[in-house]
Nanobody, 127 residues
Framework: QVELVESGGGLVQAGGSLRLSCVASGRSFSTHTVAWFRQGPGKDREFVGAINWGGSNTYYADSVKGRFTISRDNAKMTVYLQMNSLKPEDTAIYYC????????????????????WGQGTQVTVSS
């Protein structure tokens, strides 16, 4: 099993940037698909983006495409979420999630396919 810990959240003005980190402990992290989800106030948890085990493929929600970038360093057992041009509507708790399964791009946004979750890190974007 893999344990995930997110960090890097905080308060930023609109237009600013933040980089979130998701550090894993445990074995075989390099074989996992890793995703970022977020949950804003009064909203359902929604998919932000995902990266496959090797880092060669990334997937993004339309709402963040072109602004957010996911990358991973398997040697450091870390996945990153670089967030640029932040908007107030990006305010949310951001969660890292992982799955040992290979997930089809068609369903990579389905949170039910991820069985390992971090505790989340708060991101607040002020206008």
């Amino acid at each position: 099993q893999v344990e995930l810990v997110e960090s890097g959240g905080g308060l930023v003005q609109a237009g600013g940037s933040l980089r979130l980190s998701c550090v894993a402990s445990g074995r075989s992290f390099s074989t996992h698909t890793v995703a970022w989800f977020r949950q804003g106030p009064g909203k359902d948890r929604e998919f932000v983006g995902a990266i496959n085990w090797g880092g060669s493929n990334t997937y993004y929600a339309d709402s963040v495409k072109g602004r957010f970038t996911i990358s991973r360093d398997n040697a450091k057992m870390t996945v990153y979420l670089q967030m640029n041009s932040l908007k107030p509507e990006d305010t949310a708790i951001y969660y890292c999630a992982a799955s040992r399964s290979v997930i089809s791009p068609r369903v990579v946004s389905d949170r039910r396919l991820y069985n390992m979750w971090g505790q989340g890190t708060q991101v607040t974007v002020s206008s």
